[in-house]
């Protein structure tokens, strides 16, 4: 279940997942793998600076294309 109250300029675990087009699995690993870092929320539902999530968007974009 997704928080109903989030700060602005940040995206929950379930938004990052859709915005990228990968798993909550995928979002945890690249936490994990430091590609990502949480800014908040709880420790059971993470909060994701939106401006990271746009420059993942286009790194993959940008990878996608070459």
Known sequence: ???QIIRLGHLTAHQTARALGIS???VR????RSKLTRSGG???QAWYPAADITALVAK?????AA
């Open 1 to 3: 279940m997704e928080s």
């Open 24 to 26: 909550l699995d995928g």
């Open 29 to 32: 690993q690249l936490v994990r």
């Open 42 to 44: 709880s420790p059971r």
């Open 60 to 64: 993959r974009a940008a990878t996608d």
